[in-house]
DNA sequence: GATGAATGAGCATTCATTCAT
DNA sequence: AATGAATGAATGCTCATTCAT
């Protein structure tokens, strides 16, 4: 008796990576089990390997698509936005509300990094590198126009990108402030962080 | 042939604490194994029994003595300062400094909360709240005497305590900066980022 | 994108047999999997199930096809000779050349035994009892001519047999001997083995 | 509740290599699973491996093992015959003995040579040749004495090896002849087969 | 005749934990 | 306080086979 109801095709790889997604963010890449991951997509263990490679491999393809989202979406968040302050403005609302509400993918992707096999990381590593140094060129545009006070634009990128993605460990819709509130409270911090 | 060398008495605690320690931060609590764990310290498997009750129990005396001397080490660190401002920056110099020198404690103690069961988890939680609040009432000091522009202490008080805490995920002895300095620059930030 | 190329028709089923005896014989039948087959053939598992009824069925197949292509063959070599020396000899001769030509065949009749169903087996054996019997007939005959010293024609003939079969395990074209010059060698010993 | 009774220690190595040898013998080695094996010891299957490092590693000690008795008892039968003719008939008494006595271990070194790893592969291949070193020696003292006919001592030696190695797949005893009456007359026809 | 997705049983191996010695 | 052997459950993964398309 093939093929289930409600479960062909490329739907089905769609709900692995969500439920895949979900649970690693709850219990870890470790100590998630595949078979919690085919309950809860509904279908029995081994059809899993019909759809991805590894578990492993799960892990690698959440992460890499995540990073090129986020990458994506910076850019386009800081397509019209030109001088420093504004610059750096739009990156922190940018960075502070995708946080928000992509939480899962950004937490596996701070706290899974050392479930990475040794060919994986770099690549990983290195999307992230390409984020982080958006924020490093505002600080050193910033620095050289003469608007940010920087004493070393990558240690202090790291800090406001700390500062930040916070949030994403925290913040629970419907609480005291909103997304926007939060968002544009720690947008303000970061550039009086920066002020001369 | 019982007993191998370096394996007698309360120094094997001692040792079964730091190799765990180490392992969890390295692989993950899931991830650590009890096997790896006696390789590490030298004995056999079984014999971790006699010093601990549990796999689970030796997560939570990690995090749970961690926590009481972190809170401890602060409450001397802020002990003769006076005044929001001293004291936010005797907060930001102290939380840097021991974030980089005790890094593995710290990042287990965010990374593997989740490890710990239903009954743990809030007693460590609520010592993280304790320390915490140390700084959220430095911040509303601070707010009521004018000094600080604080729209919300506690959200102000977690970006804050990101912004700082992040050091332990980046930082490595023989950069570019010395612990001192970062501490100095992120001290600044902070100060800067509750400017009015 | 049905069909690939190499994979249409009866050729289909001539590929899956030459795969798989190729594949039985290096990494024997239990090891062998449908998907290596399925891979080497250049088709889908589920597509096996076309040609094949079970793996099993592919199995007995093969060494039923073998044993009964090895009996026509032997009568074949035996048919123009008379006199049990020279009988002997175009036994032993035709017996090392196939098995040098068709040792994928011949090892994994021997081998494979085991993997035959209760139903299966007989019938192998069977034909191969067939194949022995037309030695002992030739060393019964030429005890009773007085040409051989047979003590036991069947326990011999498994004794000649086994000389002669163990060409298949150590043979390699293009080494020191000839497949000619072994079967000259081979010939020559089992001749001598019953002499008087 | 640990410790079944009758299974401490190196009792159950014991237990495992005889059961591990029948099976393998029975159902080959890719088809024998470690379920059947705990099963038949008496134990848990995690337990085997308080015995063993790997499934693999069972298969290579038993061969090696089995190798090194067989040569160490080869040397012993070898040890007072002296004279090409009677070394050979000493060789051909022994090997047939030993190959209906301890027919299980010299048919597993046959037939899962191929399920070793590329490691232990020539290990116990190279134990086999030391063995067959001892014949070839043999025949060829023998053709230099001028008292054996030889064309090729080692391809006549593989011919003689399997002559008498194929006792251990068709004798059972209490069959029309005893173990002593195989012997000698295969040792009978070795004798002949390389007779002037 | 081929595909791709499914099933359910099975595999070798690892694990935390127990306990007689 | 340490060992070594046991347990029983779990893990990631593979397998032969089925079948709607």
New binding site residues.
Partial sequence: ????AG??????LEAINRAGLRLIYEHGF?A?????L?AEV???????????R???DLLFGLLQSHMETLLAALDQALAGESGPERRLAAFAAFHVDYHIVRKEEVFICYSELRSLTPEQYPVIVDLRRHYERRLIDILEDGARAGCFAVADAAVTAYGILALLTGVCTWFRPGGRMSAADVAALYTDMALKSVKI
Avoid: C, D, F, W
Wanted: hydrophobic share 30%; no cysteine.
């Fill in positions: 008796m093939a093929r289930t479960s062909h095709g490329p739907k089905t470790e998630m089990s595949l078979r919690q085919a509904g279908i029995q263990v081994g059809s899993l390997y019909n759809h991805i590894t578990k492993q």
